[in-house]
């Protein structure tokens, strides 16, 4: 009984944001697959739909003329548009570059390499490309699921997803051929991983991610940042009268252990890349040094978006415009997420989303494309999510409106528009 007292009495230090969750909301059950994949499922139907609408009914852009006949018909022909043909190349033929021109190598192997892989049960590259894109738009969905479940309770988690599907960028996720629904399930799966620590799957996972996108590097590094922090959160709450460790105390590496290292493993996707382009072609860099020939090369031209005030000045109502000062806005309030993510789940987290925003704010020279990277910002979901249930009209509003511009961009995107 006096033991019983005493541990009663001992103080506790109270939980800091990004500290592991001492009960997890793990889904569990059959439920921890069905509910995402329903969801996945029932917004992929209504993608598919504007795709095909988009393809059929509307005039198509003239870069992407009607191809009757083609392998998978109208359902797939709109998926088939911009960077589709360049993924197409590179599993076909692989990586080529040449000087002064827009090449393959600035599109990084991963998405192709799996694409090239399995080909082989599909009548066409597109097609297959497509199939990829879903199935990695749905192992996203449960990844994404899980991971949110190890910090909010479930209404905040089912929040979370709902407001990731039905992202109006997000169409990427259900069938086009491009490689973000990859990078972002091989980006959720890792960290998911970290915090069922499992560092070794976790830098095994990372290798995808990192070889997938620019944005991989960050990947990689806020890995290894986040099994430091979970380290030094786990060894403070260690000692009861201990106050939470600050920002740089939970960066303190010496928390590592041994068995933590594999997670150093996601650097290879990155690695491997860059040995292969030194070999290959004796510029470790090219896929940065490539970008100068789409008129985005490093710069205070880049950086300072110079080209969205010429078009402000000169066509302000211009879709073109409009929708660059859209994803630039889409941004702006990534970044204002960040001191939440922080707060909520750790810094780790609040230094990835800062890294993935980063690099699409000064590597774009009009913040096209801004829209589409800010898929793989998944924190932001879950830190915009959490307020939310709290407001059940301001949600479902949200919701609609954000399923309803998903569904024009699909239809946009069949008949051929350059959106991101």
């Given amino acids: ?31 921890r697959l069905r509910v995402p994949l329903l969801m996945f499922g ?22 992407f003329p009607s191809r009757p006949g083609i392998a998978g018909g109208t359902w797939f022909e709109g998926w088939q548009r911009w960077d589709a043909y360049w993924y197409r190349t590179i599993v076909r033929e692989g990586y080529v570059s040449y000087p002064g021109v827009q090449s393959s190598v600035a599109y990084w192997p991963s998405y192709p390499l799996l694409v090239r892989s399995v080909s082989w049960a599909f009548p066409s590259i597109f097609i297959t490309g ?11 969905a449960v990844a994404l699921r899980r991971w949110v479940g190890e910090f909010l309770p479930r209404s905040a988690a089912i929040t979370t997803l709902a407001l990731f599907l039905v992202y109006p960028f997000g169409y990427y996720l259900y069938g086009a051929v491009y490689a973000d629904a990859l990078f972002v399930a091989a980006t ?15 830098g095994v996972v990372g290798i995808v991610a990192t070889a997938a996108r620019p944005a991989g590097m960050v990947v990689a590094v806020a890995l290894l940042l986040r099994v430091i922090e979970r380290r030094n959160l786990a060894r403070a709450a260690c000692s009861p009268d201990a106050a939470a460790p600050g920002p740089f105390a939970r960066f303190d590496p010496r928390a590592l252990r041994r068995r933590d290292t594999p997670v150093l493993l996601a650097f290879a996707g990155v690695g491997a890349w860059s040995t292969y382009l030194w070999v290959r072609f004796g510029d470790p860099l090219l896929f940065a040094t490539v970008e100068e020939n789409w008129g985005q090369g490093a710069g205070p031209a880049t950086w ?49 989303t800062l890294g993935v925003v980063g690099l ?21 979901f879950a830190a915009l999510a959490e307020p939310l249930v709290s407001r059940p009209p301001l949600r479902a509003v949200l919701l609609m409106l954000s399923l309803v511009a998903l569904f024009a961009m699909a239809v946009a995107y069949g008949r051929g528009t350059y959106l991101a």
């Fill in 130 to 140: 497509s199939m990829v894109t879903l199935a990695c738009g749905a192992g996203a």
């Fill in 188 to 202: 959720i799966g890792a960290f998911l991983l970290v915090e069922r620590d499992r560092p070794g799957w976790a």
């Fill in 42 to 63: 029932a917004v992929a139907v209504l993608v598919w739909i504007g795709i095909w609408i988009g393809n059929t009914q509307l005039t198509h852009d003239a870069f």
């Fill in 1 to 31: 009984m006096t033991d019983m007292i005493e541990r009663s009495n001992t103080p506790v230090r109270r939980r800091s944001p990004g500290d592991p969750p001492t009960v997890p909301n793990h889904p569990v059950g059959p439920g």
């Fill in 360 to 380: 699409a704010l000064v590597g774009t020279k009009d913040f096209q494309s801004g829209g589409r990277y800010l898929i793989g910002a998944f924190p932001c």
């Fill in 304 to 352: 300072f978006k110079v080209r969205v005030f010429e078009e402000l000045r000169d066509k302000p109502l211009a879709a073109g415009t409009i929708g660059h000062v859209v994803q630039g806005l889409l941004l702006i309030g990534a970044l204002a997420l960040v001191p939440r993510i922080i707060r909520r789940f750790g810094w780790a987290y609040g230094l990835f």
